[in-house]
């Protein structure tokens, strides 16, 4: 709601564990997270759907960074994403997430992220687009 403050860490991150580790960079951001065996199917791999929710998260977190390095406080609202599997994660893992905005406007930023083993072996690329709104201006949640 506008005017509402916003919670730092989000809910997701803090549920899925994810600590971000570098944000120096405007545009771009670096988050680890465990990969925990609440997140597994019954082989022991790590479901996509949680790598998915890492990238939102730290492509979301880049765009922020994009937006204030240009003086401009915003809510980040992902419109659409890619999520590309690439290896099975095993539980116990430790994921490294870095995520960069590429390319970026007033209303909207287009980010990328790559999700990374703690063997060195890329697990699972991301793609997405954000639309950038000012803060206080988001939109009203929809009337049931």
């Known amino acids: 709601m506008p005017g509402q403050p916003i919670q730092v860490p989000p809910n997701c991150e803090l ?24 997140f597994a199917n019954p082989v022991g791999i790590v479901q996509g759907g949680f790598l998915g929710a890492m990238a939102d998260s730290a492509m979301g977190s880049a765009t ?15 419109v659409e994403m890619k999520t590309s599997f690439l290896a099975p ?5 430790e994921l490294t997430c870095t995520a960069t905005v590429v390319s970026g406007g007033r209303r909207v930023a287009f980010a990328e992220a790559e999700v990374v083993d ?8 991301a793609s997405s687009t954000y639309l950038l709104t000012p803060r206080g201006e988001e939109p009203l949640p929809a009337e049931e």
Do not use: H, Q
């Open 118 to 125: 703690d063997g060195g072996v890329t697990v699972a690329r």
């Open 15 to 38: 549920t899925l564990g994810m600590r971000c580790t570098d944000k120096s960079r405007p545009g771009r951001t670096v988050w680890t997270m465990a990969a925990d065996e609440r």
């Open 64 to 78: 922020i960074t994009f937006a204030a390095a240009g003086g401009r406080k915003v809510v980040a609202a992902n």
């Open 89 to 93: 994660v095993r539980v116990g893992s």
